[in-house]
């Protein structure tokens, strides 16, 4: 079993920077996970964001967020980071951290990752 927790939500201006956070409870260099974001706005569907795979050479990013957001992983810290820059105000959602000790996930698909955090929220005002 793997716990994700989250942080660094909050209230922001647009145009602002924010960096999420989220910790896994089992060191992330052994049977290496793929982590990923996804979010989820007021009555929408929760989307993918960004992953990055266990070796850390694949990193999709959704179209939305490409050249302004940055997922990072910190395996000896078991962190995975992202890094939201130019913040806009449909950025506003719930942050959710997600992974998977599979070999092999589609990285931009929820049902390819077991595990899940509670989410954070993040809210842009423009």
């Known amino acids: 079993q793997v716990q994700l927790a989250e942080s660094g939500g909050g209230l922001v201006q647009a145009g602002d920077s924010l960096r999420l956070s989220c910790v896994a409870s089992?060191?992330?260099?052994?049977?290496?996970?793929?982590m990923a974001w996804f979010r989820q706005a007021p009555g929408l569907e929760r989307e993918f964001v960004a992953a990055?795979?266990?070796?850390?050479?694949?990193?999709p990013y959704a179209d939305s967020v490409k050249g302004r957001f940055l997922i990072s992983r910190d395996n000896a810290k078991n962190m995975v980071y992202l890094q939201m820059n130019s913040r806009k105000a449909e950025d506003t959602a719930v942050y959710y951290c997600?992974?998977?000790?599979?070999?092999?996930?589609?990285?931009?698909?929820?049902?390819?990752?077991?595990?899940w955090g509670q989410g954070t929220q993040v809210t842009v005002s423009s």
């Open positions: 990055i795979s266990a070796d850390r050479l694949t990193t």
């Open positions: 089992r060191h992330l260099g052994s049977r290496a996970l793929h």
């Open positions: 997600a992974a998977d000790a599979a070999a092999w996930v589609n990285l931009r698909s929820e049902r390819a990752f077991e595990y």
